[in-house]
């Protein structure tokens, strides 16, 4: 047996092999709190939806204009044929159409590896070979990453670095989080993660004292061991809250007027706009009884209060106002720039939000210009295929999709991250090509015309360097390539060749010489911090380079509240109300945090045909549909199914109990899942993580019942509003069944037919 250093997404491992196969990964010594799913990662390796060799799709071959995309059987091609076709395309596309045409978004977290970074690889390859249509912001936080700059001038406070934990364990008496601090998805962090650190500083935080209150429509948001308060909250209404806090802070002459005279801009106009937003008027919208709503609003001002509002807040129709109204509500108290107390975005969303570090950028692998300066929202994948040169707002600009031809997808799935999959599918059936590298043959390989088998991060050498965690961990190749996979990076090398830019693309460096290149040239960085690490050979050996946490704790916004600083908005201080956001006229988005009813919610007439609210929260058992082949993810399956959490109360009034397969369906789709029972859900309110990889029973039939349970045949395909054009996925409703008879077993894991 042979032990290897590795790191990932869901952590830092060692990798143990044998007979060429990878057998176990053992958790990472430094790592207070490493997570159980890293166990999923040898179960993934050697499994059967392993892409084995390249393919090609037997009706593009045949030039069937795309109709038969996630149906089709696959012709297997050799390794120079695949890169032929391929290189041919791209040409073609380029020349016939313009290279706008391309379409090299490739949104994903693909692997933790920052030089086998499939996205970074693939961009880097598109723009040296003539440039592509790019996407702008992510799933995470789009409505966030578009109005946050318009209140606070900049994005720090959803993408970090926040008031980090050791302020909070020092100085907050009261926590108020709305979603909660969902400490199954701190198991996380994109491109690395030596260090499960948040779990750690909570408990430390609830054993000094600290009191926590979990504002949600899920009990589970909040660790147990921290004896905290559950309100519990219809969802999508958390704004019409936040708003009532701030009208009794107000109206109580609990806020702190200094500081929204010298630190903010439109108080005043945000206060006019507070009129009847009493608690009373709270209660009928959100559920939460006005007196509760008022106490808290007392007690929130009379401690220290740090104020966190989840990511998936803003994952819903008018998903920016949340995020306006936290900061408003914040600025309220006043406490904002000083340690433990303010607000700030997404603490325990991943494992790096509040994690003490250092601002240094790792390794990371260069992917140069891109000639063509087109893009779409992150989330209009299917409006850009479907309505080519349609017009749409976005952030005060008016703007076309283009016209795409092809699609190029690698290190990402939107078969799992999309809304609406119904309408994906028409969607993906419209370019003349699309060209997927997965390692696996998720929904989106089966949607693909050539299919292009990657390796696992197992199978190659890399370094991951996640930009919120400590560590940077040196990933060992363990194993040889399965099946014929090849690195992404060798195979753009290879059409880079026939395109005549090889020596560009690859610099002429191989594996090896890029990992020593970009080690070194972050090296120079952290010397710049003052920071002198081992170098390449002495890292790779021992296989980690652990950065010290700094020495002070980190307080957002300090230096602003000092007047140091003054923020990157129009009057350099933070906007309660803009005259900018106002001037784009958007009627789903006005200058000032607002409630503003969702499309689908429990209050909408919508809800006497679809009476469940349905949160399509991240899984606690694997990332995003990653690792679903794992043991960990296998293990929490009902009868084959994601499970789907219920209030008793309303299983009880269909006739479902706990392990039945249950329907769940709108007017968007249908799905099979298991019902688990939890009084942890609000009445009204299904809980069903995303990730259960998607498995139409019958694929040629439009909107065929999805046999596995992928909340997205159920979720709408909607901007969050003209500002932020983010995903809504969190505002759906629908209804569920007993699911009578035998159900049909899942295949979503089996490869598709492929010709002999
Ligand atoms: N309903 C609903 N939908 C959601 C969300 C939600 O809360 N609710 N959350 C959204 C959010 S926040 C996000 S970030 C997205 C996530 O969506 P994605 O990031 O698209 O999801 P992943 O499953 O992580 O997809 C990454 C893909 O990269 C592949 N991959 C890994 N390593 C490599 C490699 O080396 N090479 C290649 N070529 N491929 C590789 C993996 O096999 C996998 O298929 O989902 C979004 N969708
Ligand atoms: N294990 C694991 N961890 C992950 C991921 C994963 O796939 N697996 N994905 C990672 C990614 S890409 C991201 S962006 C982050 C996302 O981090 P988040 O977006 O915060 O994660 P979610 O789990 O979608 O939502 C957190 C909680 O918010 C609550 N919630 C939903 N809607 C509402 C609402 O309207 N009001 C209130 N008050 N609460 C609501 C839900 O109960 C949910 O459990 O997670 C990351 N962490
Ligand atoms: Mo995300």
Same mark, same amino acid.
């Given at each position: 047996?042979?032990? +290897?250093?590795?790191?990932?997404?869901?952590?830092?491992?060692r990798?143990?092999?044998?007979d060429?196969?990878?057998?176990?990964?053992?958790?990472?010594a430094?790592?207070?709190?490493?997570?159980?799913?890293?166990a999923?990662?040898p179960?993934?390796?050697?499994?059967?939806?392993?892409?084995?060799?390249?393919?090609a799709?037997? /009706?593009?071959l045949?030039?069937?204009?795309?109709?038969?995309?996630?149906?089709?059987?696959? #012709?297997?091609?050799?390794?120079?044929?695949?890169?032929?076709?391929?290189?041919?395309?791209v040409?073609?596309?380029?020349?016939?159409?313009?290279?706008?045409?391309?379409?090299?978004?490739?949104?994903?977290?693909?692997?933790?590896?920052?030089?086998?970074?499939?996205?970074?690889?693939?961009?880097?390859?598109?723009?040296?070979?003539?440039? +592509?249509?790019?996407q702008?912001?992510?799933?995470?936080?789009?409505?966030?990453?578009?109005?946050?700059p318009?209140? !606070?001038?900049?994005?720090?406070?959803?993408?970090?670095?926040?008031?980090?934990?050791?302020?909070i364990?020092?100085?907050t008496?009261?926590?108020?989080?709305?979603g909660? $601090?969902?400490?199954?998805?701190?198991?996380?962090?994109?491109?690395?993660?030596?260090?499960?650190?948040?779990?750690?500083?909570?408990?430390?935080a609830a054993?000094?004292? #600290?009191?926590?209150?979990a504002?949600?429509?899920?009990g589970?948001?909040?660790?147990?061991?921290?004896?905290?308060?559950?309100?519990?909250i219809?969802?999508?209404?958390?704004?019409?809250m936040?708003?009532?806090?701030?009208?009794v802070?107000?109206?109580e002459?609990?806020?702190?007027?200094? +500081?929204l005279?010298? %630190? %903010?801009?439109?108080?005043?106009?945000?206060?006019?706009?507070?009129? /009847?937003?009493?608690?009373?008027?709270?209660?009928?919208?959100?559920?939460?009884?006005a007196?509760?709503?008022?106490?808290?609003?007392?007690?929130?001002?009379?401690?220290?209060?740090?104020?966190?509002?989840?990511?998936?807040l803003?994952?819903?129709?008018h998903?920016?106002?949340p995020f306006?109204?936290?900061?408003?509500?914040?600025?309220? $108290?006043?406490q904002?720039? !000083?340690p433990?107390g303010?607000?700030?975005?997404?603490?325990?969303? #991943?494992s790096?939000?509040?994690?003490?570090?250092?601002?240094?950028?790792?390794p990371?692998?260069?992917?140069?210009?891109?000639?063509?300066?087109?893009?779409?929202?992150?989330?209009?994948?299917?409006?850009?295929l479907?309505d080519?040169?349609g017009a749409?707002?976005?952030d005060?600009?008016?703007?076309?999709y283009?016209?795409?031809?092809l699609?190029?997808?690698?290190?990402?799935?939107?078969?799992?991250h999309?809304?609406d999959?119904?309408? @994906?599918v028409?969607?993906?059936?419209?370019?003349?090509?699309?060209?997927?590298h997965?390692?696996?043959w998720?929904?989106?390989?089966?949607?693909?015309?050539?299919?292009?088998?990657?390796?696992?991060?197992?199978?190659?050498?890399?370094i991951?360097?996640?930009?919120r965690?400590?560590?940077?961990?040196?990933?060992?190749?363990a194993?040889?390539p399965?099946?014929?996979?090849?690195n992404?990076?060798d195979?753009?090398?290879?059409?880079?060749?026939?395109l005549g830019f090889r020596e560009?693309?690859?610099?002429?460096l191989?594996?090896?010489?890029?990992l020593?290149?970009i080690?070194?040239?972050?090296c120079v960085?952290?010397?710049e911090?003052?920071l002198? @690490?081992? =170098?390449?050979?002495?890292?790779?050996?021992e296989?980690?380079?652990? $950065?010290?946490?700094?020495?002070?704790?980190?307080? !957002?916004?300090?230096?602003f509240?000092?007047?140091?600083?003054? @923020?990157?908005?129009p009057s350099?201080k933070?906007?309660?109300?803009?005259?900018?956001?106002?001037?784009?006229?958007?009627?789903?988005?006005?200058?000032?945090?607002?409630?503003?009813p969702?499309?689908?919610?429990?209050g909408?007439?919508?809800?006497?045909?679809?009476?469940?609210?349905?949160?399509s929260?991240?899984?606690a058992?694997?990332l995003?549909a990653?690792l679903?082949?794992?043991?960990?993810?296998?293990?929490?399956?009902?009868?084959?199914?994601e499970?789907?959490?219920l209030?008793?109360?309303?299983?009880?009034?269909?006739?479902?109990?706990?392990g039945?397969?249950?329907?769940?369906?709108?007017g968007?789709?249908a799905?099979?899942?298991?019902?688990v029972?939890?009084?942890?859900v609000?009445?009204?309110v299904a809980v !069903?993580?995303?990730?259960?990889?998607? =498995?139409?029973?019958?694929?040629?039939?439009p909107?065929? $019942?999805?046999?596995?349970?992928?909340?997205n045949?159920?979720?709408a395909?909607?901007?969050?509003?003209?500002?932020?054009?983010?995903?809504?996925?969190?505002?759906?409703l629908?209804? #569920?069944?007993?699911?009578?008879?035998?159900?049909?077993p899942?295949?979503?894991?089996?490869p598709?037919?492929?010709?002999?």
């Amino acid at each position: 047996m042979a032990v +290897f250093h590795h790191g990932s997404h869901w952590g830092a491992f060692r990798a143990e092999t044998e007979d060429g196969r990878v057998t176990g990964a053992l958790p990472f010594a430094k790592d207070p709190e490493p997570s159980p799913i890293v166990a999923s990662i040898p179960d993934a390796v050697h499994h059967r939806s392993r892409i084995e060799g390249p393919v090609a799709r037997r /009706g593009w071959l045949d030039g069937d204009g795309g109709e038969g995309r996630g149906r089709d059987s696959y #012709v297997p091609l050799d390794w120079d044929r695949a890169v032929d076709l391929i290189a041919d395309e791209v040409a073609r596309v380029g020349r016939d159409f313009g290279h706008a045409s391309v379409f090299g978004g490739s949104y994903g977290w693909a692997s933790a590896g920052r030089f086998h970074h499939a996205k970074s690889q693939l961009q880097r390859f598109l723009g040296m070979a003539g440039g +592509f249509t790019n996407q702008r912001h992510n799933y995470s936080y789009a409505a966030g990453l578009a109005v946050l700059p318009h209140i !606070l001038g900049g994005v720090e406070a959803a993408a970090g670095p926040v008031t980090d934990w050791p302020s909070i364990v020092g100085n907050t008496g009261l926590m108020v989080s709305f979603g909660g $601090l969902p400490v199954k998805n701190a198991q996380v962090d994109s491109g690395g993660n030596g260090e499960h650190a948040a779990a750690g500083f909570i408990r430390e935080a609830a054993g000094r004292g #600290v009191r926590f209150i979990a504002v949600s429509p899920f009990g589970g948001d909040l660790p147990p061991e921290v004896e905290g308060e559950w309100i519990p909250i219809r969802p999508g209404t958390d704004t019409a809250m936040m708003l009532a806090l701030s009208q009794v802070l107000l109206a109580e002459e609990l806020a702190d007027r200094a +500081f929204l005279e010298r %630190c %903010c801009t439109g108080a005043a106009a945000f206060e006019a706009s507070l009129e /009847g937003r009493t608690p009373e008027w709270a209660e009928g919208i959100t559920g939460v009884p006005a007196a509760r709503i008022r106490s808290l609003a007392r007690e929130m001002a009379a401690a220290r209060t740090m104020i966190s509002t989840a990511w998936a807040l803003q994952r819903g129709d008018h998903g920016e106002q949340p995020f306006w109204a936290t900061v408003a509500l914040a600025a309220c $108290l006043g406490q904002i720039g !000083l340690p433990g107390g303010g607000f700030g975005f997404g603490y325990g969303c #991943v494992s790096g939000i509040g994690a003490p570090r250092h601002g240094i950028t790792g390794p990371t692998f260069p992917i140069g210009p891109n000639p063509v300066d087109d893009f779409i929202p992150v989330s209009r994948i299917a409006d850009m295929l479907l309505d080519p040169g349609g017009a749409y707002d976005f952030d005060g600009e008016r703007r076309r999709y283009p016209d795409t031809r092809l699609v190029w997808w690698a290190g990402g799935n939107p078969f799992h991250h999309h809304q609406d999959i119904n309408r @994906l599918v028409r969607a993906f059936r419209r370019p003349e090509t699309v060209i997927v590298h997965d390692p696996w043959w998720t929904a989106t390989a089966r949607h693909a015309d050539i299919v292009v088998p990657a390796t696992t991060t197992l199978e190659r050498n890399d370094i991951a360097a996640g930009r919120r965690d400590r560590f940077w961990l040196a990933m060992h190749r363990a194993i040889d390539p399965v099946g014929r996979a090849r690195n992404d990076h060798d195979v753009f090398a290879d059409i880079a060749d026939r395109l005549g830019f090889r020596e560009n693309f690859t610099e002429g460096l191989g594996e090896m010489a890029w990992l020593r290149r970009i080690y070194d040239e972050a090296c120079v960085r952290a010397a710049e911090h003052g920071l002198n @690490l081992p =170098d390449f050979d002495a890292f790779w050996a021992e296989g980690h380079v652990e $950065l010290p946490r700094p020495e002070t704790p980190r307080v !957002l916004f300090e230096g602003f509240r000092k007047g140091e600083e003054r @923020l990157a908005t129009p009057s350099g201080k933070i906007e309660l109300y803009s005259g900018h956001v106002a001037g784009f006229g958007y009627e789903d988005c006005p200058g000032y945090p607002a409630w503003l009813p969702p499309k689908e919610w429990l209050g909408a007439d919508a809800a006497r045909e679809w009476p469940l609210h349905l949160i399509s929260n991240q899984p606690a058992t694997r990332l995003h549909a990653q690792l679903d082949q794992g043991r960990v993810s296998q293990d929490s399956k009902v009868q084959g199914r994601e499970p789907i959490r219920l209030n008793p109360a309303d299983a009880a009034a269909r006739g479902i109990a706990d392990g039945d397969v249950v329907r769940v369906f709108n007017g968007r789709g249908a799905l099979l899942a298991g019902a688990v029972l939890s009084g942890e859900v609000a009445p009204g309110v299904a809980v !069903l993580a995303t990730g259960a990889w998607y =498995d139409p029973v019958d694929p040629a039939a439009p909107g065929s $019942l999805d046999k596995h349970g992928n909340p997205n045949v159920l979720t709408a395909d909607r901007g969050t509003s003209k500002l932020g054009q983010g995903p809504s996925a969190m505002s759906a409703l629908v209804e #569920v069944e007993r699911f009578e008879g035998e159900p049909p077993p899942v295949t979503a894991f089996d490869p598709p037919d492929i010709a002999a």
